[in-house]
């Protein structure tokens, strides 16, 4: 797909590709040759440019560490997209865009990673996406999805696909991996000085490009001013928690508050160890969880998901090799056989087994003293 942008005396020819199908190659080729452009603009940003010439990144992420800084579920999310894409075909992702760089690079012309920075991407998406369309998202490590032909695409990458297959249930996807890159790469490729162009972007963003680079105010994002409900819920549910013991054992009697923190040990102990179980962690890690859990879900700063990927990150560190393969993975079973990727399911289905048990404990209390 090619369409031709003119403005005032500059000439831009965008090539919507298919990031999984080989002919895309190819009509990136013929379009450079054709236009003979002075300026060339990728839809990559510096990480995803690195991976793509055989740097990931990943053998030097220390697992540990980003657990630690709380970067475990920005991590697990960045995996299910990019396994989700890989499914899509059979080719390596983005070779046609390697391609554009290095016939640039070749040709001395004037070359651009156009694309907002990967992590930020990540990070807008991970923010807005609603609490209905995270367990959705979470869904997806279970149901999985069919792989589709490489041939048959002529759409985008890891995320764009993604929302073109479930864009109505995935609204928040939409404009943040769609409409806002649009603007944020109109916005780079009209920065620069050139008369002609050669643009290559995804097939699903070439429309929305086009728009955005006519348009005479472009359009701009900001992050979304929800009311904080989740930031509320973390400091009230514990709060309330510890208050309904206390009212148990001075109010009802010594035997109600011993159940009531009996069941609230229980619980927590138990179905945060269980997801330390689901993740094929160590035994080891399973108890760190079960006696963490009761602990850390009285402590907003400290999950239990956390402390129990950082002990099997550190108890059974991933080896470069682990780390390496980890970003090739096609399935999302391959999680489970990966050291790197079960402390990553560790962090994530640990911590979603002691919210569960924080809730269902709170309920229990409830019921005891009202």
Do not use: C
């Not at 965008?14 to 009509?27: M, P």
């Not at 603009?41 to 540990?64: F, H, I, P, T």
């Not at 108890?315 to 399935?331: C, F, H, I, N, W």
């Amino acid at each position: 797909m090619r369409k031709k942008v003119a403005l005032e005396n500059r000439e831009i020819e965008i090539v919507g590709t298919s990031h999984v199908a080989e002919g895309s190659i190819q009509e990136v080729e013929k379009a450079i040759a054709e236009v003979q452009p002075d300026f060339v603009g990728v839809e990559l940003d510096q990480d995803r440019y690195n991976a793509l010439k055989g740097d990931s990144g990943w053998k030097d992420l220390d697992v540990a560490d980003a657990v630690k800084n709380g970067k475990g579920f920005l991590l697990l999310f960045r995996l299910i997209l990019s396994i989700f894409q890989r499914k899509a075909g059979n080719s390596m992702p983005g070779k046609e865009m390697l391609k554009a760089a290095e016939l640039a690079e070749d040709r001395d012309i004037d070359l651009e990673l156009i694309d907002q920075d990967i992590n930020t991407t990540f990070q807008r998406a991970r923010d807005k996406l609603t609490v209905k369309e995270k367990l959705k998202l979470a869904a997806s490590l279970v149901i999985g999805s069919e792989s589709i032909e490489g041939q048959d695409l002529l759409e985008d990458d890891i995320i764009n696909k993604l929302v073109e297959e479930l864009g109505e249930e995935y609204p928040s996807l939409a404009e943040t991996f769609l409409y806002e890159r649009n603007s944020y790469m109109a916005n780079k490729i009209l920065e620069k000085d050139f008369n002609k162009a050669v643009v290559v972007v995804g097939a699903a963003h070439v429309e929305g490009l086009m728009d955005e680079m006519k348009a005479e105010v472009r359009t701009t994002y900001t992050d979304p001013e929800n009311f904080p409900w989740f930031k509320i819920a973390t400091y009230a549910i514990p709060a309330f928690i510890l208050a309904g013991l206390g009212y148990s054992f001075w109010k009802i009697g010594m035997g109600a508050g011993a159940k009531a923190t009996g069941v609230w040990i229980g619980l927590n102990g138990t179905l945060a160890a269980l997801g330390a179980i689901i993740a094929r962690s160590h035994p080891l890690t399973w108890l760190v969880a079960f006696i963490a859990a009761p602990l850390t879900s009285l402590d907003p700063a400290l999950g239990a998901g956390m402390v129990a990927a950082y002990a099997e990150a550190k108890l059974y560190p991933p080896t470069v090799g682990e780390l390496e393969d980890l970003s090739k993975a096609t399935e999302y079973g391959q999680l489970w056989e990966n050291q790197a990727g079960r402390v990553l399911l560790t962090f994530v289905i640990v911590s979603i087994g002691s919210a569960a048990a924080t809730f269902l404990s709170a309920g229990y209390i409830a019921s005891v003293i009202f």
